[in-house]
């Protein structure tokens, strides 16, 4: 039996729509829209396509969208100081500093710029305070990835209270947070990562498996639970034959669309757990809509709470 595909997209649009009159809203009470800030380092072909959705969908929302660039030479000093200058920007209520940052500026360049974020435009979820505030589950401003999950969990009914789940991945961005999200909804939690001893055993006692480590095709049958809800969190650019031709089968769509651009993304969970799982996420089409509705609804609460109009 195969599984039934959790939309992501038409889960997206809900959260987009939603929002709409909040923005309409703010905009009327603060004479401008809420804004959202995005840095951009460098020349990275990935990173600009993100970068490019990011900021369509926020102008599609009525948010005002900026894209701030630095050349791949800049210092992690110019980098920082830009930030600082978004902090005190009166029209932007949000900034994301789109990773990867380039290596020149250091193994701890991310946690650098973090650090300098006001947590009140941290509209990412990963400033020290607002992973704190997640800790405790009383945060405002969460990871948007996982936090678009478990809205997808909840609206497309997967039961959370009392489902024991598996994370794998455990990521500051993904994995971590994404097993405080699922703790706090009453899950029994479990967070795997690459020196799990029997990993496939592991994730086979999951109700709900969430994939985050970005190997395509990682998860197999043997991974789900027949009837679980597998989330496929995976993103991995794939211009690799045979790793396409293990997972699609010649005259499948996604098949096609690799003979045809050469490369195509593709998530960790092979297509044959759709035999095992009774929901799945596929990709594309399932977080990634929802990680972008996620930072749209985080700007607009930033904005908001900025404003002192919340609640
Ligand atoms: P990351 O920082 O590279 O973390 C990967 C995690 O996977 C690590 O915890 C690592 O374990 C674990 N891992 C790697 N190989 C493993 C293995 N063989 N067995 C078990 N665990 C393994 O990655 P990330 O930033 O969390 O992203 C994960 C994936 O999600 C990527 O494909 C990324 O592109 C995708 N992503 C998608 C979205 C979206 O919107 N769709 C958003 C964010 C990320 P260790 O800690 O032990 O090294």
């Not at 961005?173 to 799990?196: D, E, Q, Y």
């Not at 593709?266 to 297509?271: L, N, Q, T």
């Given at each position: 039996?195969?599984?039934?595909?959790?939309d992501?997209?038409?889960?997206a649009?809900?959260?987009?729509?939603?929002?709409?009159p909040?923005?309409?809203?703010?905009?009327a009470?603060?004479?401008?829209?809420?804004?959202?800030?995005?840095?951009?380092?460098?020349?990275?072909?990935?990173?600009e396509?993100?970068?490019?959705?990011?900021?369509?969908?926020?102008?599609?929302?009525?948010?005002?969208?900026d894209?701030?660039?630095?050349?791949?030479?800049?210092?992690?000093?110019?980098?920082l100081?830009?930030?600082?200058?978004?902090?005190?920007?009166?029209?932007?209520?949000g900034?994301?500093?789109?990773?990867?940052?380039?290596?020149?500026?250091g193994a701890?360049a991310e946690?650098r710029?973090?650090?300098?974020?006001?947590?009140?435009?941290?509209?990412?979820?990963?400033?020290?305070?607002?992973?704190?505030?997640?800790v405790?589950?009383?945060?405002t401003?969460?990871?948007?990835?996982?936090s678009?999950?478990?809205?997808?969990?909840?609206?497309?009914g997967i039961?959370?209270?009392?489902?024991r789940?598996v994370?794998?991945?455990r990521?500051?961005?993904?994995?971590?947070?994404?097993a405080?999200?699922?703790?706090?909804?009453?899950?029994?939690v479990t967070?795997?990562?690459?020196?799990?001893?029997?990993?496939p055993?592991?994730?086979?006692?999951a109700?709900?498996?969430?994939s985050?480590?970005g190997?395509?095709?990682?998860?197999?049958?043997?991974?789900?639970?027949?009837?679980?809800?597998?989330?496929?969190v995976?993103t991995?650019?794939?211009?690799?034959?045979?790793?396409?031709?293990?997972?699609?089968?010649?005259?499948?769509?996604?098949?096609?669309?690799?003979?045809?651009?050469?490369s195509?993304?593709?998530?960790?969970?092979?297509p044959?757990?759709?035999?095992?799982?009774?929901a799945?996420t596929?990709v594309p089409?399932?977080?990634?809509?929802?990680?972008?509705?996620?930072?749209?609804?985080?700007t607009?609460t930033?904005?908001?709470?900025?404003?002192g109009?919340?609640?």
């Amino acid at each position: 039996m195969a599984a039934r595909l959790l939309d992501g997209t038409a889960v997206a649009n809900q959260i987009r729509a939603e929002a709409a009159p909040d923005v309409a809203a703010f905009t009327a009470r603060a004479g401008r829209p809420p804004g959202l800030a995005i840095v951009l380092v460098g020349d990275d072909p990935a990173s600009e396509i993100y970068v490019r959705g990011k900021l369509k969908s926020a102008g599609e929302a009525g948010l005002r969208a900026d894209l701030e660039r630095l050349p791949p030479t800049a210092s992690l000093g110019e980098l920082l100081g830009l930030v600082e200058r978004l902090n005190r920007s009166e029209a932007h209520d949000g900034i994301l500093v789109q990773s990867p940052l380039p290596a020149a500026m250091g193994a701890d360049a991310e946690y650098r710029v973090v650090d300098v974020i006001d947590p009140r435009k941290d509209v990412d979820g990963f400033h020290p305070t607002n992973v704190g505030y997640l800790v405790q589950n009383r945060a405002t401003l969460a990871s948007c990835t996982p936090s678009g999950i478990v809205t997808l969990l909840e609206r497309s009914g997967i039961q959370i209270a009392g489902a024991r789940a598996v994370v794998i991945g455990r990521s500051d961005i993904v994995g971590k947070p994404m097993a405080l999200l699922l703790l706090h909804r009453n899950a029994t939690v479990t967070v795997c990562h690459s020196r799990t001893q029997d990993l496939p055993r592991v994730a086979s006692e999951a109700d709900i498996l969430v994939s985050a480590i970005g190997r395509p095709g990682f998860v197999t049958p043997a991974f789900a639970k027949p009837g679980a809800t597998v989330v496929d969190v995976g993103t991995t650019q794939v211009s690799d034959r045979a790793t396409i031709e293990r997972m699609f089968p010649i005259g499948s769509k996604r098949r096609e669309a690799f003979e045809r651009r050469g490369s195509i993304v593709v998530g960790d969970v092979h297509p044959d757990v759709a035999e095992v799982a009774g929901a799945l996420t596929p990709v594309p089409g399932g977080v990634g809509p929802l990680t972008i509705a996620m930072l749209l609804r985080n700007t607009v609460t930033a904005a908001i709470q900025r404003a002192g109009w919340a609640g």
